[in-house]
């Protein structure tokens, strides 16, 4: 038994944090200097999870 993680223990290029999706802004990730590409990212977001407003102001600008 190890406390690594699949990717880790077998060598694969990953990252542990989360990619955040914003709607009007580039993805970012919630670990410093990340450079892994969005794909090999376990965990992602909508960028309302974690409170940024991107998304609301695109919605109001479609309903008017």
Request: overall charge positive.
């Given at each position: 038994?190890?406390?690594q993680c699949r990717e880790c223990g077998a060598g694969l290029?990953?990252?542990?944090?989360?990619?955040?999706?914003?709607?009007?802004?580039?993805i970012e990730c919630t670990e410093d200097d990340c450079t892994t590409p969005e794909?090999?990212?376990?965990f992602r977001i909508d960028c309302e999870?974690?409170?940024c407003q991107c998304g609301q102001s695109a919605a109001g600008r479609a309903a008017i």
């Open positions: 038994m190890t406390i290029e990953h990252c542990h944090g989360t990619v955040i999706h914003h709607v009007r802004y580039r794909v090999v990212h376990t999870a974690v409170g």
